[in-house]
């Protein structure tokens, strides 16, 4: 919701100038967030997974499907451990610069989608393999744990819009109170219209700034952490992954 309201903001920017008071306004609206809340999130996820894996203990070794014998539920501890030490080890990527944990994310993800590919092999057995070793359900392929580092990237770049989106209200105050000039640079903004400069989540710099012919743009190296100067994503992008951040304002 809070990146719908920083897209519509930039629409209207775009179409129109506002009045310091609007502007500032929504300035002092406009939420304040940071990776944090993607660490949230795996958190919650954990306790969540742990009363479900009491849950799966206590029905565990009952048939699961209409068929008697068929699809048996198995319970291993093994299984829980192999999660937990799974989300430890993303929670412990989270704690590192992005351009050192997005890697390790990479990593978790492929692991995870081998483990994946390993059970869904077993669940295509043959007939008689599975006549005669019927298929078992484990918390494991019940619960498949993902930690992939999209759900981390997805998270920063809307965290660099929206710090991009509240220094976008800063110039167009800055530019009110100066004739329609531009800033030279972000510094100047501060302390009058900004705290301070904010930093772009992925090398944990100040966002960037640059002007254009009509307007401006500011914006974060994105998550593959190259200043490639602000150019918009085009729409045919194949790898989201190789470009910038940008709020641009071509008014």
Not at 18 to 46: H, Q, T, W
Not at 175 to 204: C, Q, T, W
Request: charged share 30%; with cysteine.
């Amino acid at each position: 919701m809070d990146k719908r309201v920083c897209e519509s903001l930039n629409q209207i920017l775009n179409r129109a100038e506002m009045s310091e008071a609007d502007l500032k306004s929504i300035s002092d609206l406009m939420p304040v967030m940071d990776r944090g809340f993607v660490k949230e999130l795996y958190v919650n996820e954990r306790s969540f997974y742990l009363s479900e894996a009491e849950s799966f203990k206590m029905r565990a070794g009952k048939v699961v499907s209409r068929r008697p014998s068929t699809r048996r539920m198995i319970y291993r501890d093994e299984d829980l451990l192999e999660y937990l030490d799974g989300i430890d080890a993303t929670l412990a990527a989270l704690d590192l610069p992005l351009s050192n944990g997005i890697p390790k994310l990479d990593d978790l993800d492929k692991e995870q989608k081998a483990k994946e590919e390993r059970i869904d092999k077993e669940n295509r057995r043959s007939a008689l393999s599975k006549l005669l070793f019927p298929p078992q359900v484990s918390l494991f392929g019940l619960m498949v744990p993902h930690f992939p580092s999209s759900r981390v990237i997805d998270g920063a770049k809307d965290v660099a819009y929206e710090r991009a989106a509240l220094t976008a209200i800063a110039i167009e105050r800055y530019r009110l109170s100066h004739a329609g000039r531009l800033p030279e640079n972000l510094s100047v903004l501060v302390p009058e219209f900004l705290g301070s400069v904010p930093k772009d989540p992925f090398d944990d710099r100040d966002l960037r700034f640059k002007k254009l012919e009509h307007g401006y743009v500011v914006y974060s190296v994105g998550p593959d952490f190259t200043d490639d100067n602000g150019e918009p994503e085009p729409a045919e992008a194949q790898n989201p992954r190789h470009y910038d951040v940008i709020f641009s304002v071509t008014r």
